[in-house]
């Protein structure tokens, strides 16, 4: 079974960049079929989808955020990380990294992999 679990600071000062690292066990970020994710949950707010890469390392980013985003994969880790640059208070949230087959997961589906997710505030 894929696990994931997010690694980071909990608190970014204002217009620093946030990077967040996802680590993957029980299966491969370069063999699975799998979409994998970052999602983040605003207090108050549902889900923003934002962005993925892919086993062959192809990468997609939301619109809202893309000027902003970057998606990478450490394969040798077999890792993918987010960063989030020029970052202000709106970016609060709590920040998930997910294994789906859906390229943008707008739910907490049953047969997807979901981390614990990361409380990131931003706060000076």
């Known amino acids: 079974q894929v696990q994931l679990q997010e690694s980071g600071p909990d608190l970014v000062k204002p217009s620093q960049t946030l990077s967040l690292t996802c680590t993957v066990s029980?299966?491969?970020?370069?063999?699975?079929?799998?979409?994998w994710s970052w999602i983040r949950q605003a207090p108050g707010k549902g889900l923003e989808w934002l962005g993925a890469?892919?086993?062959?390392?192809?990468?997609w980013y939301g619109p809202s955020l893309r000027s902003r985003t970057s998606i990478y994969r450490d394969t040798s880790k077999n890792q993918f990380s987010l960063q989030l640059t020029s970052v202000t208070p709106e970016d609060t949230a709590v920040y998930y990294c997910?294994?789906?087959?859906?390229?943008?997961?707008?739910?907490?589906?049953?047969?997807?992999?979901w981390g614990p997710g990361t409380q990131v505030t931003v706060s000076s």
């Open positions: 997910v294994a789906s087959e859906r390229l943008q997961p707008d739910a907490k589906y049953e047969e997807d992999y």
């Open positions: 029980g299966g491969s970020i370069v063999t699975s079929y799998y979409y």
């Open positions: 890469t892919n086993s062959d390392g192809s990468i």
